[in-house]
T-cell receptor, first 115, second 112 residues
């Protein structure tokens, strides 16, 4: 149980392109989904927290107009990187949870490369 | 002071030995504690959850929690080369119901 599917696994695109990443909880309803970014050999960095039906809460320093998050249902959240640039190249990982005393379950991540 | 602190390592342990990974946290009201394993280039996967003081065993893994000392650890018995990974300690933030705080991870290397 507790499977989180993230799509796509890899994206390579030109600078200026907008990229959408999907995160789905397949066998449970996720009240909260989280988006992380991880650069090579660095720690997970929480970007934002999203709750179904409400606006995402962004961490300090994360541009909400650049990283658009939509959490339209209890099983789907999307992250759109708008007008992506090479410095946005990173490993983006989503996770989903049901309650604060329960663990988060991670998707497989999306490797984004902006040329 | 970081909310969740781990030694970054690398921690090198011979195959077959016990690997001991440690984590301290600052929020005394924290209630839930998790250990995740992350292989290079992959996303984290949950290994253990622990909620009460004492030990919790699952196969070769034992999680230990001491809330008075604000300390949680993970023991890996009979370490295998496949255990080589980064281990992330995660703690729920009592004051924020929807967020779990991750440590920066300890890199573990099991040498044959």
């Amino acid at each position: 149980g507790a499977v989180v599917s993230q799509h796509p696994s890899w994206v390579i695109c030109k600078s200026g392109t907008s990229v959408k990443i999907e995160c789905r909880s397949l066998d449970f309803q996720a009240t909260t989904m989280f988006w992380y970014r991880q650069f090579p050999k660095q720690s997970l960095m929480l970007m934002a927290t999203s709750n179904e039906g409400s606006k995402a809460t962004y961490e300090q320093g994360v541009e909400k107009d650049k990283f658009l998050i939509n959490h339209a249902s209890l099983t789907l959240s999307t992250l759109t990187v708008t007008s992506a640039h090479p410095e946005d190249s990173s490993f983006y990982i989503c996770s989903a949870g049901t309650a604060s005393n329960q663990p988060q379950h991670f998707g497989d991540g999306t490797r984004l490369s902006i040329l | 002071q970081k909310e969740v602190e781990q030694n970054s390592g690398p921690l090198s342990v011979p195959e077959g030995a016990i690997a001991s990974l440690n984590c301290t946290y600052s929020d005394r009201g924290s209630q839930s504690f998790f250990w995740y394993r992350q292989y290079s280039g992959k996303s984290p996967e949950l290994i253990m959850s622990i909620y009460s003081n004492g030990d919790k065993e699952d196969g070769r893994f034992t999680a230990q929690l001491n809330k008075a000392s604000q300390y949680v650890s993970l023991l890996i018995r009979d370490s295998q080369p496949s255990d080589s990974a980064t281990y992330l300690c995660a703690v729920n933030r009592y004051s924020s119901a929807s967020k779990i705080i991750f440590g920066s991870g300890t890199r573990l290397s099991i040498r044959p």
